[in-house]
């Protein structure tokens, strides 16, 4: 697919003139995370983003100033550039020009994803295909010796279905297998021999490579307990021999049969096919006039058995086995089979095998890194025992599909929780999908959670478009501020949880959906239900299991951990060597209350980084209304600006609790406009 066919239908730009404060807001709709630059002549200045605008407002710069100046560079490609050649770029800096580099617009992640995950069920149906159409038994292993494929024939032989052996240990299934040596060694082994049961089986076991690293094993095994069978048959009376050799000249490998002394007493169809000679110049001769390089007239000679044997016909490398035939303890003769025709089938199966999977794990990766969760509970820092508490019991919840609700206080981590125990779930493996239904319009929720047909209302795009719910098929959706959501929208959704189907804006046929909801509140939902203002049914219906996120102030034993955790985080984006952190300044962040949590202590310790000019970070680099009980006997403490930013940073924060966290509400309580609000907050770091 080409690049153009993944344009956003109507993308936001803006011309050299906008000023920042422009960009902040159209920023602030939450529609877009990047706005380009587009000259008078159509051709892309470059790109400004949220980081972009955060910068400027560290620098105290006036919201009036050009965003010409906050700009940065973009990655330019053609309308007709392939998807494939754009993968390994960072997305939101991507732009799709024409031929005379005029701005076309922006890639569609949602359009992105649909195609990746198109390209992916293709991958996994061919190679499904081809492991169910072979006759020959295949099982292949990750690192960790977990069975990844599981074909058919290996169900049959196994006993064992297919959905019980994926994932297992492929010790359960093989006892004693050798397979594990290969992913340790990387060293094929070709032509074993190994019992299962009451059957004897041949096998191939090949490393699975990719990127000159071995990630698992592959192993092709094939029953030769049916010749055996064969074998004694030709021990029994001569009235079963017609029989016995009508089964062979059907049989699709080729057999061949001699004497004690060498001499060929059966031969059938395949493998005079196999040699191009009639069968009848075959019978009667001895066996090294007839096959090139053989030795079945020595293992009829010796008595011991040549299983997987390479052996050179007519330019080729063949696979054989050879079995003596024994009468009361006497060996008579000997039956040998053509395994593989060409080693290089098996070779050039084994590849297939193994390129395909390489695919396979490549395109997860790729849906991984744009819909997968991107935090487990390892991420999830804290041993208070509070902590200690919540984090067990979201690990056993995380093992099953019920409904999770967490609740808790704005930036105490309810996404970094629901994150881990997507990772953690079955459904680690299918996508996890976002959605903030506090910033999407109430008129576009239903659209962007259920999806709509072509045609649905003016502007909807052609074909329509998937939804939310759609593209977590198979994975979880995360409905984060689910307590802002609106009665009617709450009807919507009680559906979904009752029915497990979902029906596109303008469509008429419901649409079965398989997803795990996690949903997250800061809200009081008992509240909210006693004026009515939430429905109770969908209240019980999610609240199957409820996780209670601690405040960072109930908790204070967690922060010197948290501030280590952190400032490694922050110190590695920001691109320079870990600073330390004296006691004295520790000890100022543990004594504080923390209003906004863990998002204010981040955001604290990156203004600290940003202040600090080498050594280690101390009190002096902390805000004043942190550091305020360490010096009583500064004199800077007294001065108007530090006392009347005190004030206002006092007067934000009550004015949110008055408002219960919504912003629009506090900053016209306070007389000041929203996007003043949005920028006293990042400043004082309140939440």
Known sequence: ????????????????????????????????????????????????TGKSIAQALLKEVPLYTPAVGFIE??????????????????????????????????????????????????????????????????????????????????????KVPTGEAIGRP??????????????????????????????????NRT??????????????????????????????????????????????????????????????????????????KALGKHVTQVIENTRMHIVAQTGKAEIGDVQRIHGHDMVAMRLP??????????????????????????????????????????????????????????????????????????????????????????????????????????????????????NLLESELFGYEEGAFTGAKKGGKIGKFELANKGTIFLDEIGDMS?????????VLQEKEIERVGGIKPIPVDVRILAATNRNLEELMEKNLFRSDLYYRLNVVELKIPPLRHRKEDIPDLIHYLLEKLCTSMGHLVLPIDEEAVQCLVNYHWPGNIRELENVLERCLNLVEGGAINVVHLPFHIRRPEIE?????????????????????KALEVCKGNKIKAAKMLGICRANIYQKIEKYGII
Do not use: W
């Not at 293709?122 to 599981?150: F, P, T």
């Open 1 to 48: 697919m080409k690049l153009h066919d993944l344009l956003i239908a109507e993308p936001v730009t803006c011309r050299e003139d906008v000023t920042l404060g422009d960009v902040a807001q159209l920023l602030n709709n939450g529609k877009v995370k990047t706005i380009p630059i587009v000259k008078e002549d159509g051709k892309v200045l470059g790109m400004v």
């Open 73 to 158: 560079e973009v990655i330019q490609f053609s309308g007709e550039t392939m998807l494939g050649s754009v993968l390994d770029y960072p997305l939101d800096r991507l732009v799709v020009v024409d031929q005379d580099q005029r701005f076309l617009g922006v890639i569609s992640e949602e359009q992105l994803f649909s195609n990746l995950l198109r390209q992916r069920d293709r991958i996994i149906s061919e190679l499904n295909a081809i492991l169910d159409g072979s006759n020959n038994s295949i099982i292949a292993i990750n690192k960790e010796g977990r069975v990844i494929v599981y074909n058919k024939s290996a169900e049959k032989v196994l």
């Open 170 to 203: 492929i010790e359960e299934l093989i006892p004693y297998t050798r397979l594990p040596e290969i992913v340790v060694t990387g060293k094929p082994q070709i032509g074993q021999r190994f019992v299962f049961g009451n059957s004897t089986f041949i096998t």
């Open 207 to 280: 490393p699975i490579v990719r990127n000159g690293e071995v990630i698992g094993a592959v192993a092709i095994f094939q029953d030769i307990t049916e010749l055996q069978n064969i074998m004694e048959e030709l021990t029994q009376v001569k009235e079963y021999q017609k029989i016995l050799e009508t089964i062979l000249d059907n049989a699709y490998d080729g057999i061949v049969v001699v004497d004690a002394n060498g001499i060929i007493t059966m031969f059938n169809k395949a493998y005079a096919e196999f040699l191009k000679i009639p069968r009848e």
């Open 325 to 442: 035939i024994e009468k009361d303890g006497k060996i008579i003769g000997a039956v040998g089979k053509v395994m593989f025709k060409d080693i290089k089938e098996l070779i050039a199966l084994a590849h297939k095998v193994s390129k395909l999977q390489t695919e396979l794990e490549y395109y997860k990766d790729v849906v991984k890194q744009y819909q997968g969760a991107r935090f487990t509970f390892q991420n999830i820092v804290g041993n208070s025992p509070q902590m200690q508490e919540i984090k067990t019991m979201a690990m056993r919840v995380a093992r099953n599909n019920s409904t999770v609700l967490i609740r808790g206080e704005s930036g105490t981590g309810k996404e970094l929780f629901a994150h881990a125990i997507h990772y953690e779930s079955s459904r680690k493996n299918g996508p996890f999908v976002k959605v903030n239904c506090a910033a999407i319009p109430e």
């Open 487 to 495: 009665l009617s929208m709450q009807v919507k959704l009680l559906r």
């Open 633 to 653: 006997g500064d004199d800077s403490s007294l001065l108007l600006k530090n006392l009347l930013e005190e004030t206002e940073r006092m007067a934000i924060i």
